[in-house]
């Protein structure tokens, strides 16, 4: 209803639109004004099938820690290092292992050439650090427990054009 100028042609442009589609339920909203969007949500709601929760309440995420904690150690090399960070880096949690509430975390950072190593690292380790106490605190918050996280940064070489070691990373 927002898009027409003339009210008045609202009614004879649903009913034309009406004899060229076939719709369940015509409902006019102004979602510039607010109006009508409850009943269009009630519509939409009819038509939607009854099934089963895909995930249980207190899921949120078929994915495991073990991905969770590679993805925010991604995460985190990306925001902290924004258009320095080299093309091809990938995360390899290489141990996770769970010892009462603390959780151990053994990552390498893999980029593809030996000069991209310095760029992670930083001027005494300082920028691997920082994005590593990041990433901890991100992973504490997510698994609601201790994280002892330890990165180190490894070259491997065209990791990114073979498909072996894309699918072993979990690309």
């Known amino acids: 209803a927002d898009m027409l100028a003339d009210k008045a042609q609202l009614l004879p442009f649903i009913e034309q639109m009406a004899k060229e589609f076939t719709f369940a339920e015509v409902v006019p909203v102004s979602a510039k004004q607010g109006l009508a969007l409850d009943e269009l949500l009630r519509a939409i ?39 320095e960070v080299p093309y091809a880096v990938t995360v390899e949690i290489e ?27 930083g001027k005494n380790g300082e920028k691997l650090k920082r994005i590593s106490t990041e990433a901890r605190q991100d992973m504490e918050k997510l698994f609601n427990s201790k994280v002892w996280l330890e990165t180190w940064v490894k070259v491997k070489s065209g990791w990114a054009d073979d498909e072996r070691a894309l699918k072993s990373l979990g690309y």
């Open 95 to 121: 141990k996770f292992e769970q010892e009462g509430s603390l959780r151990r975390i053994f990552a390498a950072i893999i980029v593809d050439k030996e000069n991209q190593k310095p760029i992670l690292i």
């Open 45 to 83: 709601r009819g038509y939607l099938p009854e099934q089963p929760a895909v995930y249980g309440e207190d899921e949120f995420t078929d994915r495991n820690e073990r991905f969770l904690a590679a993805e925010i150690l991604r995460e985190n090399i990306f925001r902290l290092l924004g258009e």
